[in-house]
């Protein structure tokens, strides 16, 4: 019988840090996969978030950020934990703790963002140049989702604006439509929902060009996780929050009002403007209050501000428009 | 069965019905989910149906299977732990989403068709958890009493309705429940059928 004396082993055997965390993930998940499997099946999926519960992992990397005026003051930020196992991003599937899950296998580096459409000249930005555009500000927003939740989120960027200017849209553009990174090979759990890809989104001109819509390229002061639509979208702090687009590939100056996901999956429900207004209700509930995310249950419940109390700076966008009309 | 066999899976039957809860329970007073009153709406509105619909699969089961016809001493407790979690989830709506607002409810009822379907639900349940005693069986008597309980396939269908106009058009979530349901209510027109086939089979003498 061969017993190797200890200090004989050659560096060879010895696994590399890297893998074994990866197989001690592996075994926590294959248990916690096996003792779903084990219990009632269809409800034990349940029982899976209790045996591996979620960790917070931070991104790579942080940001050199500034202040911002800008910013919203006087809210209790929403935990990193929270924003970042709490989405709706529904190509890497529908459950709110999915993306954290799955969103690993998003290909945030290469990305380029392509500016297209009615420009003087098209454009392909590398996303390190669009990093180091311009200062990275610290801005503070509420996030407000149809679903009526809210979070308030400590963003990086800045205005969208400025690249814009970068752009040179022709005067014929109207609206600017933003596209989001979408494979099918890679995002395997896009079919759990019956929407068609890409993502697609888009505003009114005077909408991007308003200082508070943000080019968005971290939270908590480091690069965006990938649930979070890593590694650029835009934040549009006082609409629904589906209209803010994540992982943006490419941005598109067009003429008329661009077709948008959501509102080609249920007209009715998702109109183009979307703004945040309490009188004006969801078909299929209530917009008048929402609940604060990470609250205890009995301390949720807050009232809906119009235009997610954001109206200073927005409201005089909408003046004379029948926001009932124009949902 | 024995006595101590059957004491022994009931005994297993109550604590598995009530783990999900207990983890509600420990997940809202601990504060570990970012939207506690989400949480428990759909945990009690998901285990509703399905302990609905696993009430639903006892009798298939036991025309299949008569080996298995012992399942039935477990369909009432199903059935009732399915109205427990019923009541809870209609409780959170009234407490957490409409603050015992009853003009809010009234509304919702009316303008919001999957609060429509859901309080159809639930009001479907309520005579059938209030008449699963022995003693309602005896005072309605056998037959009335079996012809009330057919509403259960009624509330499952409106549980069903429910949740797919609760979610957003394009989720497909509700799915699974949804097919497992359909096959279960199928079940007993197409297993008495076979029944009726192999009872009384037709010769060219039968007019």
Known sequence: MLISKPGNIPSSEITPKEHYLNRRAFMRGAISSAAALGAAGLGAERLSEVIAPRTAVKADTKLQTVKSPLTTTGEQLTSYEDITHYNNFYEFGVGKSDPAKNAGVLPTRPWTVKVEGMVKQPKTFDIDTLLKMRPLEDRVYRHRCVEAWSMVIPWVGYSLSELINQCDPLPKAKFVQFLSYYDKHVEKWANESDIFWPYSEGLRMDEAMNPLTLLTFGLYGETLPNQDGAPVRIVVPWKYGFKSAKSIVTIKFVEKMPPTTWNEQAPNEYGFYSNVNPNVDHPRWSQKTERRIGLPFYAQRRTTLMFNGYGDEVASMYKGMDLRKYY | ?207
């Open chain 2, 1 to 207: 069965m024995k006595r101590s066999t059957l004491i022994l899976l009931k005994t297993a039957t109550w604590v598995a019905c009530l783990t999900p809860m207990a983890l509600v329970v420990y997940q809202t007073v601990l504060n570990t989910t970012p939207d506690p009153t989400a949480n428990i709406a759909l945990t009690t509105g998901y285990w509703t149906l399905l302990l609905l619909i696993l009430s639903l699969a006892i009798t298939p089961l036991r025309l299949v299977a008569p080996r298995l016809s012992w399942l039935i001493k477990f369909r009432r407790l199903l059935g009732l732990f399915a109205f427990f979690y019923g009541t809870v989830h209609m409780l959170t709506y009234v407490a957490l989403y409409s603050n015992f607002n009853v003009s809010t409810m009234i509304d919702d009822i009316e303008k919001r068709r999957f609060i429509t379907s859901g309080v159809a639900a639930y009001l479907l349940l309520v005579p059938l958890a209030a008449t699963s005693t022995t003693w309602a069986i005896r005072k309605l008597g056998g037959r009335n009493w079996n012809r009330l309980h057919k509403l259960v396939y009624l509330a499952a269908i409106c549980g069903c309705i429910h949740y797919w106009w609760q979610v957003k058009p394009g989720v497909l979530s509700p799915m699974r429940l949804t097919i497992v349901l359909a096959v279960l209510l199928l079940a007993r027109p197409a297993l008495a059928w076979v029944k009726r086939r192999k009872a009384a089979p037709v010769t060219a003498e039968t007019v």
